[in-house]
């Protein structure tokens, strides 16, 4: 009985000295954030007819597709840079919320084909929307834009994270009058792409006016130090 109370002793004081050393942490959360002028842009667009007849409705829809993909292929679009997002074909009902209680029926269709390009020369941009559209584009989905090579974006975004939090350590150890240690954990989370609110103007001669603005890439990082007395 007496070796299990000690054991239950031992094990309460060992408990109370890994609680005591998981307090002597600092743990800290920073951000780096770097902007950068975008060198790609991505769009989503595409085309949509409707008739009577489906097979027309889809026949007119992917010529003017066909008429699109030859074109970009023409301005030097790589195959790569082009993906089908949607292909649909759907009915159009007439009657349905009818009063007078009529059956809905079917009186055309509706295809749509829409494709997602990305834009590796940003200063063809404007003039490949304004052609896109001329050969029967009709849809837009959004345009956004990014860096080919996010890489050395992130690396500056990271090791600002990590500076700031290290500052941020030593102040709130100076405040608690204690020495900063090791570090002894590190994690990130890398934010992505975003809008910045600087705005370049891209003058397009002939094409579609874009301002391209510039992008940010954000990393978060929590570390956590030592105190080390």
Do not use: C, Y
């Not at 809905?104 to 896109?132: H, K, W, Y």
């Not at 994690?187 to 609110?197: D, L, M, N, R, T």
């Not at 600087?198 to 130090?225: C, K, L, N, Y």
């Amino acid at each position: 009985m007496k070796k299990i109370a000690f054991m239950a002793a031992m094990l309460a004081v060992t408990a109370a000295g890994m609680a005591h050393a998981e307090e002597r942490r600092i743990t800290v959360d920073a951000a780096g954030v770097v902007q950068a002028a975008p060198d790609m842009a991505t769009i989503t667009m595409g085309v949509t007819n409707e008739d009577a007849q489906a097979s027309n409705a889809m026949q007119a829809t992917s010529e003017a597709v066909a008429q699109i993909l030859k074109r970009l292929e023409g301005m030097g679009i790589e195959d790569r840079d082009i993906q089908t997002r949607d292909l649909s074909l759907s009915p159009v009902w007439t009657g349905r919320n009818s009063a007078s209680g009529d059956k809905p029926e079917i009186s055309g269709f509706v295809a749509s084909n829409n494709v997602q390009v990305r834009v590796r020369d940003l200063t063809q941009l404007g003039t490949i929307m304004d052609a896109v559209i001329q050969d029967g584009a009709n849809n837009f989905g959004g345009l956004s834009f990014g860096v080919q090579d996010p890489t050395p974006l992130e690396a500056q975004a990271r090791a600002k994270a990590v500076a700031e939090a290290t500052a941020k350590a030593e102040q709130l150890a100076q405040a608690a009058n204690v020495t900063l240690g090791e570090v002894r954990q590190i994690s990130e989370q890398v934010g992505g792409f975003h809008p910045a609110p600087q705005m370049r103007a891209m003058a397009d001669a002939g094409g579609v006016p874009i301002a391209s603005g510039e992008v940010s890439v954000s990393v978060t990082v929590s570390m956590e130090f030592e105190i080390s007395d």
